[in-house]
């Protein structure tokens, strides 16, 4: 009898541990009222819209608000932090990038950290021509991102700044449904 109430008991301990680390690392922030629509949001976790921006340009002390702000005001409060690191990485000497885009209006739109997605054209982080407009699996979204950050404006500057070099995924993506590769 004693042997059955151990295990229900471990595992409810196990649980309760999670939990708690969880909601340590994740915080749930104050709701936010977007003033477009009106409409309530509450937010937990990391936005992610685009990988490794938030990483690169909101810092450490700003990141569970940004991370608890919606898309809508994200680029007017943080746009001149992100130009502001833009620049540092830069030296002051960031002037376009592939895009055409200056410093001001790229890290607003780095700013807002949504995904984009054309629901009637190609979808692709860059190919060249399509910008933003999506995400493929194929997609190198941190070469890319390096790119439009340290590429300057033929994506040719600091050309040891704007790879990671890992060129393929580790595991080859499914042709199906979830698409993913599987784990290893």
Known sequence: MKKNLVYPLVTLCALLFILSACHKDHPVTPATTDPNTGKVFNVVGDQVGRPGIATVFVASADRDNFNGTIPSLMSPLYQAKFQAQLQAYNGNNYTTNIL????????????TDVLNVSTT????????????????????????????????????????????????????????????AAPW
């Not at 991102?145 to 890992?166: C, E, Q, R």
């Open 100 to 111: 055409g885009l200056n410093a001001a209006q790229f890290t607003g739109v780095l700013a």
């Open 121 to 180: 054209g190609t979808t692709t982080y860059y190919d060249g021509t399509n910008v933003l407009t999506g995400r493929n699996l194929t997609d190198d979204v941190i070469d890319i991102s390096l790119t439009l950050v340290f590429g300057g404006p033929t994506g040719a500057s600091n050309p040891t700044l704007t790879s990671d070099h890992v060129n393929a995924n580790d595991k080859a993506f499914l042709t199906s449904f979830p698409y993913e």
